[in-house]
C-alpha cells in the first residue's frame, strides 16, 4: 500500500507543472478567465484590469487576489495592494506570485528586511532559480545600490 501512495506521489511531481502552485503563469485554460485581466496587466491598463478582476468570478482567489494586488500596487494604491496581497497568502502561504509581488511592494515601502522575508520563503518553496525568487532579488538588488 505505500509502494503504491508513493508510487501516486510521484506521478503528480512529474505531470505537475513546475511552479504550478500560485505561480504567475495565468494562461492555462484552468486560469482562462484571468486571461483578459493578464492581458490588460502586459498592456500596463493597471485601473482598468483591477476593475475587470474585481468583477471576475470562477478563477482561483488566491490568483484573483495577488493580481489585483498587482494592480493596485501598480496604480501607486499601496494599502489596497497589502490587503490583495494578504488575502492571497492567507488563502495560499506558498503562493509563489504574491509572495514576489509583496516583497516587491515592501520594496516600495522601504521595508527592505520585509522583501528579505520574502525571498527567503520563495528560496523554500521553489529554490533560487525560480522566476519569482529571481525577480525578486534583483528587485531588492536595486533597492540596495
Request: with cysteine.
Amino acid at each position: 500500500m505505500l509502494k503504491v501512495i508513493w508510487t501516486a506521489i510521484i506521478v503528480l511531481w512529474l505531470v505537475t507543472p513546475a511552479g504550478a502552485v500560485g505561480s504567475s503563469d495565468y494562461s492555462t485554460p484552468t486560469l482562462g478567465v484571468l486571461q483578459a485581466a493578464n492581458q490588460l496587466l502586459q498592456e500596463k491598463r493597471y485601473a482598468d484590469a483591477y476593475q475587470k478582476l474585481k468583477y471576475t468570478s470562477g478563477a482561483p482567489e488566491d490568483d484573483r487576489q495577488n493580481l489585483l494586488g498587482f494592480s493596485a500596487r501598480k496604480q501607486g494604491k499601496f494599502e489596497i495592494a497589502a490587503q490583495h496581497y494578504e488575502q492571497a497568502l492567507e488563502l495560499n502561504p506558498r503562493h509563489l506570485g504574491a509572495l514576489e509581488y509583496q516583497g516587491e511592494l515592501f520594496l516600495e515601502l522601504g521595508q527592505v528586511k520585509k522583501a528579505q522575508a520574502n525571498l527567503s520563503k520563495l528560496m523554500q518553496y521553489c529554490g533560487s532559480d525560480c522566476d519569482e525568487a529571481k525577480a525578486l532579488r534583483k528587485a531588492i538588488g536595486k533597492a540596495l545600490q
